[in-house]
Nanobody, 113 residues
Framework: QVQLVESGGGLVQSGGSLRLSCAAS????????MGWYRQAPGKRRELVGT???GTEDSVKGRFTISRDNAKNTVYLQIDNLKPDDTAVYYC???????????WGQGTQVTVSS
């Protein structure tokens, strides 16, 4: 399975921007899909967005997901951060023919009012 390591989280003021990174241990050629989920305290884990191999940046509102296959890394850009964005953000990947799932340990994003 793929080992995923997230980074870039922290405390950010409302209205600011943040870019999260997720580095994969496996070659990007073996990873079909990568993406981001998030989970706030007491809430269910929700999908932020995904990106497939060979595709361009995925833009969804204030969220932009990009992928650098050469570096085996996926990014999540969040603009105009809001307090409701406060959550643990998890990197996600599907590998190989069987689409084996892998999860990162998560990185905390806290947005102050």
């Amino acid at each position: 399975q793929v080992q995923l390591v997230e980074s870039g989280g922290g405390l950010v003021q409302s209205g600011g921007s943040l870019r999260l990174s997720c580095a994969a241990s496996e070659s990007s050629s073996s990873i079909n899909v990568m993406g981001w989920y998030r989970q706030a305290p007491g809430k269910r884990r929700e999908l932020v967005g995904t990106i497939s191999s060979g595709t361009e940046d995925s833009v969804k509102g204030r969220f932009t997901i990009s992928r650098d296959n050469a570096k085996n890394t996926v990014y999540l850009q969040i603009d105009n951060l809001k307090p409701d964005d406060t959550a643990v953000y998890y990197c996600y990947a599907e590998q190989g023919r069987l689409r084996l799932p892998s999860w990162g340990q998560g990185t905390q994003v806290t947005v102050s009012s």
